[in-house]
């Protein structure tokens, strides 16, 4: 990366662990997709309100929680 053995060996397993930590919270958002639930929090009623009052947005649905 840097060319230099010590900055290279430090900054390897950060970026790693950064890494790392996106893809487990990543990954437990994937068992929602399959089955079809959304996100923790998600508010499907207000979401379905905000889509609707979009310009040529004709029919908002399939919204699950």
Not at 4 to 23: E, K, N, Q, Y
Request: charge should be negative.
């Amino acid at each position: 990366m840097t060319g230099r053995a010590l900055w290279d060996t430090v900054a390897a397993p950060v970026i790693g662990s950064f890494i790392a930590v996106r893809a487990i919270a990543l990954g437990r958002q994937v068992p929602a997709v399959p089955g079809r639930h959304g996100l923790e929090g998600l508010d499907a009623a207000a979401v379905a309100q905000d889509l609707a009052g979009v310009a040529g947005v004709a029919d908002v649905h399939d919204l699950h929680r």
